[in-house]
């Protein structure tokens, strides 16, 4: 019996709002608040024939605290699901730390604006001493350790897929496959074809930027920094077969390195096709990925917000999708003195994610684990105070419910290992 506020109704939070939908007992209760209320009163009456979850619908501008807080008060949720955008992660944070609310996100926070001077004297100090240059880290979250301890709440961070499955299999391969581990790839393939020549699977504008950033790996207890996409491997995957994939910094890494410290090397490879890349590198080019306002014609404009505009909705991806994803993990390490390799992962179909939620894989493959990891809080299996990435969380119950829910693990214990 648990109230929960969902923050955002894109293709996550859609698909989170269903599976929540299929598991009324523990989500009795639903607020689904977004910047546009239309597309949360459209999800609410698509479900409500559906489901004995009691939905309601708000309107909110998650980037004002205030807004945020008056919304908390008046509905008193037991847990906030912040499924808008990385931007606002900080926003909500300190709106449940106010109101003495729980709190899980899926991505860690990066700002809107990459050019405000307070955040860049941050960031570039953040970028020498850690060694890699990405706009988002966990360190603007992490800040707030303290004040969830002491408030007696949880916050959950990245309990999407990658992240958040891919740290649970690093946690149950920890707990039971190995006594330490010496690497980590995590890879992630989307084997889905959309027949558009360039489109983006989430959100457009933080999709571009994480894969136009350099790439980095973590090694012998540092960064590695590489020019962008230009670590490239092939892998046979199953189910799907052989992909290009590349190596890109991945926000997950960060807390690993931290929370399994033995590792020698973690690194992430994503799959992209030659059109994607193309496309990409060329709009780079043209500046069209800028988030520095331009003036047009009297108007101010962003370059990568007018792109967005101009790009299929990753929600209207779903129909076409046709293919499946594969995202897991291979292990390297050792198990009673003797060296072992394991492989976990999740293969996810994309027509089948449609014809049961109305999305494709990838928003599929994020709003199960979101649904999942709030099912872990609000049913007290994971029960900590403070802020935490989720391998420092119990995999087994989590496993277990994204089993249940709709993303199934392959595990092999002689994998291709990648070079
Ligand atoms: P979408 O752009 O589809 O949806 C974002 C939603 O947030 C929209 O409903 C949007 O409202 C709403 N929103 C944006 N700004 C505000 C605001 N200021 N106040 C209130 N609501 C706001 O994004 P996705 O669903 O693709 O992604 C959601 C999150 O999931 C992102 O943080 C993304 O990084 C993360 N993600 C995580 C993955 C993982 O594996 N961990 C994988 C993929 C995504 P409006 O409709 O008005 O625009």
């Not at 707030?144 to 690093?170: I, M, N, S, W």
């Not at 990568?304 to 994803?325: E, H, N, Q, V, Y």
């Not at 109305?358 to 999942?372: D, I, K, L, R």
Request: charged letters at 25%; one cysteine or more; a negative charge.
């Amino acid at each position: 019996m648990s109230k929960v506020l969902v923050i955002g109704c894109g293709g996550v939070a859609s698909v989170a709002i269903h599976k929540c939908c299929q598991v009324s007992e523990v989500f009795t209760e639903l607020c689904i608040a977004s910047r546009t209320k239309s597309k949360c009163d459209k999800l609410a009456a698509e479900l409500a024939p559906k489901t004995a979850t009691k939905i309601t619908t708000a309107q909110v501008d998650a980037d004002d605290v205030q807004q945020v807080i008056d919304l908390i008060r008046s509905f008193q949720p037991d847990l906030v699901m912040n499924i808008a955008l990385p931007y606002q992660d900080l926003t909500i944070m300190d709106a449940c730390l106010a109101c003495g609310v729980n709190y899980m996100d899926t991505a860690n926070y990066e700002p809107e604006d990459t050019d405000d001077p307070e955040w860049r004297a941050v960031y570039e100090k953040r970028c020498e001493e850690a060694g890699f240059s990405a706009y988002f880290d966990y360190s603007w979250q992490w800040a707030y350790r303290k004040k969830f301890e002491e408030a007696g709440l949880t916050a959950l961070l990245g309990c999407g897929f990658d992240p958040g499955v891919t740290q649970a299999y690093c946690a149950y391969a920890k707990k039971h496959e190995f006594d330490s581990i010496d690497t980590i790839d995590i890879l992630d393939c989307n084997g889905g074809d959309h027949g558009y020549a360039f489109a983006t699977n989430f959100n457009p504008e933080v999709n571009l930027r994480e894969v136009s950033a350099p790439g980095s790996y973590w090694e012998n207890g540092r960064w590695v920094e590489i020019p962008a996409m230009s670590i490239k491997r092939q892998y046979d995957f199953d189910q799907v077969g052989q992909k290009d994939m590349y190596l890109l910094h991945h926000e997950e890494i960060e807390s690993l390195a931290l929370n399994i410290p033995e590792v020698k090397r973690i690194r992430f490879f994503m799959t992209f096709g030659q059109s994607y890349l193309d496309h990409m590198r060329c709009l780079e080019d043209v500046g069209m990925l800028s988030t520095v306002p331009v003036e047009f014609e009297g108007q101010q404009i962003v370059p990568i917000k007018f792109l967005k505009a101009l790009l299929p909705d990753p929600a209207s991806l779903g129909p076409r999708t046709k293919g499946k994803t594969n995202i897991g993990c291979i292990f390297t390490g050792k198990k009673d003195g003797k060296e072992k390799t394991y492989y976990i992962y999740n293969v996810c179909d994309h027509q089948a994610c449609f014809h049961e939620v109305g999305s494709q894989a990838v928003s599929y493959t994020t709003g199960v684990p979101a649904m999942c990891g709030a099912l872990m809080l609000l049913t007290g299996q994971w029960k900590k105070t403070g802020v935490y990435t989720v391998e420092e969380f119990d995999p087994d119950p989590f496993l277990e419910a994204l089993d249940q829910y709709g993303l199934p693990k392959n595990e092999s214990w002689n994998p291709v290992l990648v070079k």
